[in-house]
């Protein structure tokens, strides 16, 4: 199975700050047949089921907030909220469904400071 | 509006089965892609099968064998069988789109424990 080893477990940062969370896949998750990195970032709220934000490693999903946005260099895939707000406040998961063997990363939880 | 509702979960001794369900309205479990992904108490997501339109299924190795998915004209289940603690979790039914983004609809979650 591809492994999604994300870091930090755990960040606080200052409402209006940058937060950044990483992933990395354990093999390429890259479909050739269209070049798209099989990536998705999900946010899950106390209480919640989780939110699809990103998918495509990149791509936001309708509905989402600016604020976030996804990148990848290889096998490290980033999410970045450019500016948190307070109902940012969750575990962010990154998953990969390049293979029929979906896996999540571990989560990482975001806190204000 | 696309909804999914988990049902179906409670204490259950190890060794025992049990049967979640999911119920849908806005979008037909035929014609989907249904998985079923769990949560253990503080801890993260782990998926467990899938559904395909087509019927053909596919599962994470921790349980196949134990767990079977299937649908009727309206739900989709997940048959539980030889129950160990470490199933205790939340249970959720979500939609693969298969539009090349990951799971857009997700259920409120179902609560299985497995315990003596």
């Known amino acids: 199975d591809i492994v999604m080893t994300q870091s930090p477990d755990s960040l606080a940062v200052s409402l209006g700050e940058r937060a950044t969370i990483k992933c990395k896949s354990s093999q390429s998750v890259l479909h050739s047949s269209n070049n798209k990195n099989y990536v998705a970032w999900f946010q899950q709220k106390a209480r919640q089921p989780p939110k699809l934000l990103v998918f495509?490693?990149?791509a936001r999903e309708s509905g989402v907030p600016e604020r976030f946005s996804g990148s990848a260099s290889g096998t490290d895939f980033t999410l970045t909220i450019s500016s948190v707000q307070a109902e940012d406040v969750a575990v962010y998961y990154c998953q990969q469904y390049y293979t029929i063997q979906y896996t999540f990363g571990q989560g990482t939880k975001l806190e204000i400071k | 509006e696309v909804r999914l509702l988990e049902s179906g979960g409670d204490l259950i001794q190890p060794g025992g089965s049990l049967r979640l369900s999911c119920a849908t309205s806005g979008l037909a479990v035929t014609s989907n892609y249904m998985s079923w992904v769990r949560q253990a108490p503080g801890k993260g997501l782990e998926w467990l099968a899938v559904l395909y339109s087509d019927g053909t299924t596919y599962y994470a190795d921790s349980v196949r064998g134990r767990f079977s998915i299937f649908r009727d004209t309206s739900k989709v289940y997940l048959r539980m069988s030889s129950l160990r603690a470490d199933d205790t979790a939340v249970y959720y039914c979500t939609r693969d789109p298969r539009d090349g983004r990951s799971f857009d609809y997700w259920g409120q979650g179902t609560l299985v424990t497995v315990s003596s």
């Open positions: 495509w490693a990149s």
